[in-house]
């Protein structure tokens, strides 16, 4: 006697088990995605509003190192470690309007004496009663720099100057700047890549 196996049916619908693994891993992707959008934001927002952010250069008044609509990354920890240098190229606030940023070079240091005559700049200070030439010539070659002034600066005061002497709104108009307005230091040059720059503090003979 012969016999036929009826062949066993395959079920038409997945099982549930496949069903609930395909849910499960949906819900960990999710799960997996939500870790790193927040693990990214508790790095990211740290970074923008408190080590560095972005600026871009408005105006000519820091002509020939800084241009026009160039984007800058600002160092905003160096200045909550360490000292201000003179040299040093820092955004702050405006005095007159402190929602407005405004990019110069520092020049005066707290305690100094800063004078402007005959197109050059002189500085005096504990180290050196004498008083000294400011000479720029590494960052700005054949500089005058107009004006006839002399300011004292206190303890917490800057002098800044732009580099373009002849075309910039600094503390010749409106005077030293409090350390407390200091946003930070100029650091990188982002844009345009061809001038992709790392910035240093010059050195003063």
Known sequence: MSF???????PSFEPASNQESLTDQIKEFIWETIKVVVFSLIIIIPVRYFLIQPFYVKGASMEPNFFDHEYLVIDEISYRLGEINRGDVVVFRYPNDPSQYFIKRIIGLPGETVAIKDGKVF???STRLDGFYLDESSYLP??????D??????ATEYFVLGDNRDSSLDSRIFGPID?????????????????????????YN
């Open 4 to 10: 036929i196996e009826k062949p066993e049916e395959k």
């Open 179 to 203: 350390r407390s307005s200091i946003v930070g230091r100029a650091w990188v040059r982002g844009w345009p890549f061809n001038r992709l720059q790392v910035f240093s503090t010059p050195a």
């Open 149 to 154: 002034k002399e300011l004292n600066l206190s």
């Open 142 to 147: 054949n500089t005058y720099t107009q004006g």
């Open 123 to 125: 500085i005096t200070n």
